[in-house]
């Protein structure tokens, strides 16, 4: 799956409370999904393993995978779960509702299975506060049902609320994120407006914000972006001056001074130094 394709898409989002010992049944989802126990106890049995569950479990599995749940016959779980693509998946017309699950002896249609996530997630660990993560999963509670004219402008509201639970899903699951320090993500909005409103602030006035020494904040914006910050407000402030170049008839020098370069010949130095060209050779073609 491409990282551009990743927009996860949530189809059925509940509170589903088990009875004394009931089993779901041998399954397979067509999507990812996420189950939270926030009460009692249970067994997940998947893939040949047994997992013991208990309030606080937080439990991932991809989609495709077959899996059962048996609640504890004396104090039986209850789910907050949801089921979810990592890019919507089409499958109105083909199935009866968003959330199609297969249970055996159903034959599993293998062309309808939701996206992979391109990292691997553990299949367990244990939340912090049951609380904070119930809370966040109260916020998009959906039914399943496709989306229609009058359930339209609900889902935009369900769907950015899930939007705001994976992004903190993953901060948990991931051992190593691939994806920015969050200090640095907020960091990067803040400059990027600042690079386009005023004239850049000192790197100073960020690390001190964040509270962070210099030497570590730029190796967490290293990390984080690629390069070194003075590195990224330049190649920022380059890009936007190419559009300028390409699409407007202001000068050179005019360009230069737009995005606060310090002199038409720095901005020109930098220029070359980037694409391998002076200003005036790719506004040329």
């Known amino acids: 799956m491409k990282l551009s394709a990743l927009h996860p898409y949530v189809y059925l989002a509940t509170r589903y409370p088990f ?7 041998k399954r397979i989802c067509y999507m990812s999904s996420v189950y939270l126990l926030s009460e009692g106890y249970g067994v997940l049995e998947t893939e040949g393993t047994q997992v013991q569950v208990s309030p606080g479990s937080l439990v991932y599995l ?28 089409d499958r109105e017309g083909h199935f009866d509702w968003a959330c199609p699950i297969c249970y055996e002896p159903e034959p599993l ?23 904070v993560w119930a809370e966040r999963f109260q916020k998009f509670y959906t039914s399943g049902q496709f989306v229609n004219e009058q359930t339209f402008i609900r889902n935009l509201s369900i769907q950015r609320n899930f939007q705001e639970f994976i992004d903190f899903f993953l901060q948990q699951m991931l051992r190593d994120p691939p994806f920015p320090d969050r200090r640095i993500s907020a960091l990067l909005e803040r400059l990027e407006q600042d690079l386009l409103h005023e004239v850049p602030r000192p790197l100073e006035c960020y690390y001190r914000e964040l509270k962070l020494s210099r030497g570590h904040f730029f190796e967490l914006f290293r990390k984080s972006a690629g390069c070194s910050p ?36 720095y901005f020109s130095r930098l220029f070359h130094r980037e694409t391998g060209q002076t200003p005036r050779e790719f506004r040329s073609g």
């Open 109 to 131: 249609l293998p062309e309808w299975l939701g996206p992979q996530l391109p990292y691997p997630l553990p299949l367990q660990l244990q939340a912090g506060s049951v609380r």
């Open 19 to 25: 009875a004394k010992g009931q089993s779901s049944s």
């Open 230 to 265: 003075v590195q990224y407000m330049n190649r920022f402030r380059l890009n936007r001056a190419k559009e300028d170049l390409l699409h407007t008839s202001l000068s050179i020098t005019e360009i230069a001074g737009k995005y606060h370069f310090s002199s038409v010949h």
């Open 62 to 89: 991809p989609p495709g995978q077959s899996h059962e749940w048996l609640a504890d016959p004396a104090e039986p779980m209850v789910h907050l779960c949801c089921y979810f693509d990592w890019g919507h998946v």
